[in-house]
């Protein structure tokens, strides 16, 4: 069970060194949540055969969690499995935050129609509130 489900885009340098922050943080500072990371673009396509037992792991991660954070990288505003893990944070009545890790990037339509709390990724001290 972690605090925090965090959908993120390996691929990108700047996710990539966010999640490695995060697990220095969490190793100095006792109050820093639990986190899990999870690939905006599993192996497999949200179509495909296969997804719906990728789904199932995510649902049950996400429920396991407190909070959904999404970051926002280049290509997430086309992830289908960012708007599904927003929705499924949602209707199971998690907290979401949203951190674009760029200004260039497309906020995801999955968000739109959200009031999620927008929080700076590069701030430990945002992460260690437990609410917003």
């Given amino acids: 069970m972690s605090d925090l489900f965090v959908s993120y885009q390996s ?8 999640q490695v922050r995060f697990h220095q943080w969490a190793s100095h500072n006792w109050d820093f949540p639990t986190v899990s990371f999870h690939e ?4 497999v396509r949200f179509t495909e ?25 280049r290509t997430t505003w086309q992830s289908e499995w960012t708007d599904w893990e927003i929705s499924m944070a949602l209707a199971h009545d998690k907290q979401l935050l949203a ?32 609410r917003f």
Avoid: C, N, Y
């Fill in 99 to 130: 951190a674009k890790l760029d200004s260039t990037s497309i906020v995801p339509l999955g968000l739109l129609s959200t009031k999620p709390v927008w929080i700076d990724p590069f701030d430990p001290v945002m992460l260690t509130q437990r």
């Fill in 40 to 43: 905006q673009e599993p192996p």
């Fill in 49 to 73: 055969r296969g997804a719906g037992r990728i789904k199932r792991e995510l649902l049950r991660e996400i429920k396991r969690s407190q909070q959904l954070l999404v970051m926002i990288s």
């Fill in 11 to 18: 691929a990108d340098p700047l996710a990539h060194s966010v």
